[in-house]
């Protein structure tokens, strides 16, 4: 997959995330929105209702007050009674109660409201103009209880998510608000614009019109109270598949940059055999070649120039190897007890040649009062000629080794340090990766295929140690390997 199908498929997806993220706070804002109309007739049918009870409280004081209204309300009670008293009988077993089929003697007849209507509309016409004369004269702060209204309006608002206490106070037709009567810390002039507004006493045939205005705010916690699960299934849900494209991009670019350095590795790797294997051809034909003549200086020039480049061929093929046995997970490690000292003299001596061809030179400081552990002499080995071949190779000038080790009661620490180019602080945590190699800028003559380092960390994590670099670009680096005595 080339960058362009990666650039691709990455813009695809951070689309969709958009996309999705967009119409998930569309569904909750319309969500929130459809809620918020609800809350508004809710509040607007419980303040109409209060204006309802009010006219109907005083209408029934006024028929008490008047003598033809107590007698019409005595009569509705009369007849509902006897309505129940009725009923009642009917649904009581009429086997057990009633031997016989006449009905009884104390059973009520059955009479209707029609019966009496005649009669009603004659009170309700009296009181009808009885109440229209008084409306003219009614004082608004007589016809309504303050106590009374405050708790009409808790009563009808509760339950609907209002955000504290309801403020109210009633006004007249010109938004002038009419003294007493309003909630006792409410601000008048704040609530002559208020949200919801209703007419109080709306069947009266005369008086001015006076409204309720109410301030209520629907609380936040109500307006998502229903809609939480969903809110937080459809932010884990977007979490998931964000987490999962992320994941998926990054296998995606870290495939791609592992091919690109597989790429490059083929190619260094062909160059590299190819060198030595040309220079060995060369200085056999040379040899071979009887035209050619031989001192005994130029026999030993072609004899140690085939004994170094097949040497590197050999380092060549045990890099390969070492990277084939780490990708296989068959790294076996057998081991011994060893003198860590020891280990560190033999690489020492069989390095310095490498090291003085640079002008270079290797130095320890062996400080260790325990140095012997159980390790595997081989990958040990290999792990201080990788740390010592990267040191000479990645240098400008000539190479400057120390070798230094330190103990204490639970393991050895084995230090490297060296005057190379330095690795930047943003690559340190990626020289352990396998076929990672940093840019080394201008310094053209290091060849390698980014596996010492690689092998080095999968030896020290195999002996169950820990392995750290402190280096600065153009101040040489300095690896730290702690080796435990119990693996």
Known sequence: MDKRSIAVMLGAIVVALVGLLAVQVIWTRETIGLREDQFVREVAGGLLRVSEHL?????????RKHRKGRRMLARIDSLRAAAQQRQA????????????????????PDITMAEEAPLYQEMIDDLARGIFSKELSRDIRRRIDPVALDSMIGQELTGLGVDGSPRWAIFNEKREPVRGLAMPDSATADLREARFRVRLFRHDLAGLPYFLHVQADHA???LLS??????????????????????TIRSVVRQKRLNDIRNDLVNNL?????????????????????SIPRTEEQVRA???MIRDENKRLGALVENVLQS??????????????????????????????????????????????????????????????????????????????????????????????????????????????????????????AKGFGLGLSYVKSVVDRHGGRIRVESAPGSGSTFHIYLPFQA
């Open 324 to 445: 084939a046995v780490q990708d296989s997970g068959r790294m076996v490690m057998k081991p011994v007890d060893l003198d860590v000292h020891a280990v560190i003299d033999d690489v020492v001596r069989s390095s310095a040649m490498q090291v003085s061809r640079r002008d270079g030179r290797i130095e320890t400081d062996l400080k260790a009062e325990i140095h012997r552990l159980k390790a595997d002499r081989i990958h040990l080995t290999n792990l201080l000629y990788n740390l010592i071949d990267n040191a000479v190779k990645y240098c400008e000038k000539a190479p400057r080794l120390r070798i230094a080790t330190r103990s204490d009661d639970e393991g050895i620490t084995l230090s490297v340090s060296d005057n190379g180019i330095g690795i930047p602080s943003s690559e340190q945590r990626k020289i352990f990766d396998r076929l990672y190699r940093v840019p080394t800028g201008n310094l053209h003559n």
């Open 89 to 108: 009988l009917l649904d009581a077993p009429a086997a057990d109660e009633l031997p016989s089929s006449d009905p009884p003697a104390d059973l009520p």
């Open 55 to 63: 006219e109907r409280a005083e209408r029934m004081q006024d028929l």
């Open 220 to 222: 936040r916690s109500a």
């Open 302 to 304: 072609y004899t140690a």
């Open 270 to 290: 062909t160059h590299e055999l190819k060198t030595p294997i040309s220079t060995i051809g060369l200085a056999c034909e040379a040899l071979a070649d009887p």
């Open 226 to 247: 229903g809609a939480w699960p969903m809110l937080i299934a459809s932010v884990l849900f977007v979490a998931i598949i964000a987490l999962a494209f992320s994941y």
